[in-house]
């Protein structure tokens, strides 16, 4: 029974309102980019934009769905109210306060270092302090989620934790851990230097530090869309899911392998050795691993929901699929991007093919159609599945909902598919403009013009979705029952204690990123000469 | 009775299939990787070995990057050593000056912030980090001109960061770097 209603619906909206924006800036920069922007603007309000965008998008967004799910699998998942909410709503007003701190430098043009940082670039500090206390407020759902966990475990002894809130624990110490690494970046090297305390910074090292954040927090975004497959999904089209046990295993080799990967981001950087990179190379080869379990889980709970409505053949099943469930629909398209953004992330996870189009567009379109895609559709459907239970009020909008993914899906491939082209063409990454005149640009002028269609795709598809939303808050009021998740074919009695709790994991979790990150930064910190003078942003205005 | 042993049967059905396939997962993540290990040992793209740096602040005044030693340098054993470095918003030299069909290794820097260097229709692409040496190692084909794109965000003029490399036949190459000790196709 869901009785935090009002702070997870707090949680969704600002979420969602800042994904808006986000979506309007997103689709500004499509545009002026192409060849069908004939105007001249500042350049500056392109990369001011930019830092916006992925500000909101990486940091602010999947930070407060997962956060607002999480509350609600925890009251859901363990049938008793939140323990804590009122340090849930004090995270929840950081996250906020910190969006604005944050947003109001990079609106003003004194931080446009993009979200990845760039040191030795360094912005106006408010910008920092803003993402850092939108992380506080994170990591206090962290510790949320594990106490309510812990008081359940306590009057349960010896019962298996629901998987809902097994996995939704496994992505909030997946994320309190990953984070770290920025966090460390911001406060010992970047913050000193934006507050004028120190004038020289090592920008190897920063880079190493975001990238021990840069790749697991991909899969903090994803978690929640892989609870929702898992726990949504079979109950949702009137099935079950085909096993408990390697739903579990799956978010467990996430939390172990997702962390010691992110040196794959530094591939062409010349502050990692060789070997190291090689390391890493192999463990982000591991980390495909759970995703290839996930989608076979996913599809045989789909045929055994197919199944029991009377789907016959080989294949045939597919087709007595409840299609017009739009959590039937969303699935199955995330699932479609999952596969064509999977395969690019295991071209990108080779040193030798990851050559070819590091930094370039290609780059870009793979983050867009896994994240953007994959992940970002869920968002959807979960929202969609829970509101009724978080208003009250009936949201039977379906053929709205169904548009609206339908769109999302087009947009993001019209978008993501072009953008993947010219990156193997060798467009770089992240310019205001290109010079489409230039004979060795050229031949990508029609592609990006594609991109820019999708990108106003994507605009409509967010605006709809917003508008079904609203349109909730409107509808009758209904009786929903209890907010339930999928239960698995063969209900695991009981469960190994491996399977149930995270002792040994997060030992894994921090022992590993210790091998694989510890002698990189050991080194880095011991090498004499390598900071150097920071170079101010938006400075003097 | 029989349901309860249809269920234990279904169940270890279950459980085979789905080893199976996590088994078949294995394969292919293993062969992945193990493509990736051969090919990186067997056509040496290995990435740099070992970590060197260079202040950034001193780059103009001793060392390696000094300006007068900037371009290409024919090596005593007939390789071509490519210096360059990336400053907010151009690279120097501007042009860099190639030949065909010999080893060139690229040994590049940052002067300011972090740029990044890529030569399109190649698989040259590395990062430009302040205080530390990229070293590339590399060979061209045919003679042609590529652009050669700032593939980093470096500040507000990042857009209008493109160098550009020109390959030239290699007898042609020899010729020029008779006459001259550093060689670039801007002079």
């Known amino acids: 029974m869901l009785t935090s209603k009002r702070l997870i619906l707090a949680h969704f909206w600002l979420a969602f309102a800042a994904f808006g924006l986000a979506l309007v800036l997103g689709a500004w920069q499509m545009f002026v980019r192409s060849p069908l922007n004939a105007w001249h603007f500042n350049p500056e309000f392109y990369y001011r934009s930019v830092t916006a965008h992925g500000s909101i998008m990486g940091y602010v967004l999947p930070t407060l769905v997962a956060m607002g799910f999480g509350y609600a699998i925890s009251e859901a998942a363990l049938e008793k109210p939140l323990l804590g909410r009122r340090w849930a709503w004090t995270g929840f007003w950081l996250v906020a306060a910190g969006a604005v701190v944050a947003m109001i430098p990079v609106s003003l043009g004194w931080a446009s270092v993009l979200y990845t940082f760039y040191p030795p670039m360094v912005g106006n500090p408010f910008y920092y302090i803003g993402v850092v206390m939108v992380v506080v407020g994170s990591w206090i759902w962290v510790a949320l989620m594990s106490i309510n966990l812990a008081a359940w475990k306590r009057d349960n002894p010896g019962k298996p934790v629901p998987l809902a809130m097994f996995a939704n624990v496994a992505g909030s110490y997946l994320w309190g851990w990953t984070a770290v690494g920025a966090a460390l970046e911001i406060i010992f090297q970047i913050l000193p230097v934006a507050l004028g305390l120190r004038g020289t910074i090592d920008a190897g090292l920063a880079r190493v530090f975001f990238s021990w954040t840069l790749h697991a927090i991909v899969y903090f975004w994803l978690i929640p869309t892989y609870i929702a497959y898992y726990t949504i999904f079979p109950r949702a089209i009137g099935g079950r899911l085909y096993s408990d046990a390697m739903a579990r295993i799956s978010f467990i080799l996430f939390l172990v392998v997702a962390m010691p990967i992110g040196v794959h981001h530094l591939f062409t950087d010349p502050q990692v050795g060789a070997g190291f990179k090689f390391m890493h190379s192999v463990f982000t080869g591991l980390v495909a691993l759970p995703t290839l379990l996930t989608v076979f889980t996913i599809c045989a709970s789909a045929e055994i929901a197919s199944r029991l409505r009377g789907g016959s053949g080989a294949f045939g099943w597919v087709k007595a699929l409840p299609w017009a469930n739009p959590i039937m629909l969303a699935t199955a398209l995330s699932l479609v991007m999952l596969g064509f953004g999977g395969a690019g992330g295991l071209i990108n996870m080779s040193y030798q093919l990851d050559a070819s189009i590091h930094n370039t567009q290609w780059i870009t379109g793979h983050f867009h159609l896994i994240f953007g895609g994959a992940i970002v559709i869920m968002y959807f459907a979960i929202a969609y599945d829970l509101w009724p239970h978080l208003t009250g009020r009936a949201l039977d909008s379906f053929g709205l909902m169904r548009t609206q993914l339908w769109l999302w899906f087009i947009g993001m491939i019209v978008t993501t598919f072009p953008w993947h082209y010219v990156g193997v063409l060798g467009m770089p990454r992240r310019m205001a403009f290109y010079d489409y005149a230039n004979p060795a640009i050229s031949p990508q002028a029609f592609s990006v013009s594609m991109s820019v269609i999708g990108g106003l795709i994507l605009l409509i598809s967010g605006a709809l979705f917003l508008a079904v939303l609203i349109r909730g808050h409107r509808a009758p009021g209904t009786d929903v029952g209890p907010y339930q998740f999928a239960v698995a074919v063969h209900v695991p009695a009981r469960i190994p204690v491996a399977l149930n709790s995270f002792g040994l994991w997060l030992a894994l979790m921090v022992g590993l990123t210790v091998v694989n990150y510890g002698y990189p930064i050991a080194q880095l910190m011991v090498l004499p000469e390598t900071s150097v003078p920071a170079v101010y942003v938006g400075a003097g205005r | ?187």
Request: net charge negative; hydrophobic share 45%.
């Open chain 2, 1 to 187: 009775m029989t349901t309860g042993t249809d269920h234990g049967i279904g169940e270890a059905v279950a459980a085979r299939i789905e080893q199976r396939w996590a088994i078949l997962s294995i394969v292919i993540v293993g062969v992945l990787v193990g493509m990736a290990a051969f090919i990186g040992i067997h056509q040496a793209t290995m990435p740099q070995g070992h970590v060197e740096t260079a202040d950034p602040r001193t780059l103009h005044l001793s060392g390696e990057f000094i300006e007068s030693n900037l371009g290409s340098e024919v090596e005593p054993d007939g390789s071509v050593t490519v210096r360059a470095i990336g400053q907010q918003y151009s690279f120097t030299p501007q042009c860099v000056l190639v030949p065909t069909e010999t080893p060139v290794t690229f040994r590049t820097t940052s002067a300011d912030v972090v740029h990044g260097l890529l030569i399109e229709a190649t698989n040259i692409n590395v990062m430009l980090v302040p205080g530390y040496v990229s070293v590339l190692p590399t060979r061209f084909k045919a003679p042609r001109e590529h652009v050669m794109p700032c593939q980093e965000f470096c500040g507000i003029g990042h857009q209008g960061m493109w160098g550009k490399v020109k390959v030239i036949d290699k007898a042609a190459f020899a010729k020029l770097a008779a006459a001259r000790r550093r060689l670039t196709c801007v002079d």
